[in-house]
């Protein structure tokens, strides 16, 4: 099975699905992540923080898969955003996971109250020019903070990675993501569980009507929305429902309908705000 790929603002591109191992235990990350590879997932989206990129690293070497047909992403963690401090970080996930280079990395969150994003944006635009990252972008970045390091260092990320799901679309975000060509990565796809999606009359009436489950739905409906998906899961036969999506087309009334699942006060954000995520 292939994924679509999306181009990126730099020229290169990304894979639209892939797996993310936020809360791999560490020691089931080669497993989960093997079984992934196997499956067909050639996107994979770690993070320093998820104190898992060894296995994911063990996963990648033990596949045999050639590194140019993988896209692997990490991030830089919050306490890591100045001086030079992001160089040394870069050095020990590459370590790691084994690679001479990252496809992406990102800034995992702003952490705004600390005042530093601008120092660490900065010194991930050096990490590209040093071939150590393909292409960079950041994470859980707000318009203000996306205008302030774009204003700052006139290099615009390739993606911004910010909790997404239909019951919170932060369509703020989005609209000046596309305006200035940044992609959107979704994380959270399925809102984490906490929120009922796959209850809904919107969601379950299409699952329905293209005999495909509610996280399928979910998922096509990032996909065609222009979103990049990651979703997470540790058991195989979900690992292969989540990326058996290519098969079918939400209709613009069944996405109008998911469209409209935003309470849009906010109300259905599942994880922390960037501003208070210090
Ligand atoms: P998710 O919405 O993908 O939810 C994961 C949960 O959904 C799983 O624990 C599983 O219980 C359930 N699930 C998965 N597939 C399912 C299926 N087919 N049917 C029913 N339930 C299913 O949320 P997530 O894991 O938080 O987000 C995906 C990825 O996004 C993460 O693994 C990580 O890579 C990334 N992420 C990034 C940030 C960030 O701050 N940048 C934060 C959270 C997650």
């Known amino acids: 099975m292939t994924t679509p790929t999306l181009s990126l603002n730099d020229g ?10 936020f809360l791999v ?4 990350t080669e497993r989960a992540v093997s079984e992934a590879l196997e ?6 989206d770690t993070a320093a923080a998820y104190r898992n990129e060894e296995g994911v690293g063990a996963a990648i070497a033990a596949s045999g898969i050639p590194r140019d047909e993988l896209f692997v992403t990490t991030k830089l963690w919050n306490d890591r955003h100045d001086g030079d401090d992001p160089h040394a970080a870069i050095a020990e996930s590459l370590e790691k996971l084994g690679l001479d280079r990252v496809d ?3 800034i995992h969150w702003p952490t705004p109250a600390k005042d530093n994003y601008v120092n660490a944006w900065q010194r991930l635009i050096e990490i590209r020019q040093q071939g150590l990252a393909r292409s960079i972008g950041v994470s859980n970045f707000l318009v203000p903070h996306l205008e302030r390091i774009v204003a700052e260092t006139q290099v615009i990320p390739a993606v911004n990675q910010i909790e997404l799901h239909p ?6 975000v989005t609209e000046w993501a596309k305006e200035q060509g940044i ?3 979704s994380w959270g796809p399925l809102g984490q569980g906490k929120y009922d999606l796959f209850g809904t009359p919107a969601v379950s009436d299409a699952a329905a009507a293209h005999g495909k489950s509610p996280a399928q739905v979910v998922l096509r409906w990032h996909l065609q929305k222009d979103f990049i998906v990651f979703p997470k899961s540790v058991r195989a036969e979900r690992l292969k429902e989540n990326i058996d999506v290519f098969d079918f087309t939400l209709s613009d ?6 469209d409209a699942l935003d309470p849009l006060d906010g109300s259905g954000r599942v ?8």
């Open 12 to 21: 290169h591109s990304i894979p639209q699905l892939g797996y993310g191992v």
């Open 25 to 28: 235990p560490p020691e089931d």
């Open 39 to 44: 499956i067909g997932y050639r996107h994979i």
């Open 104 to 106: 992406l990395y990102l």
């Open 167 to 172: 019951a919170y679309q932060q369509r703020d």
């Open 183 to 185: 992609r959107i990565e």
């Open 253 to 258: 009334a069944e996405i109008e309908a998911i």
């Open 271 to 278: 994880g922390t705000h960037p501003e208070d995520f210090n």
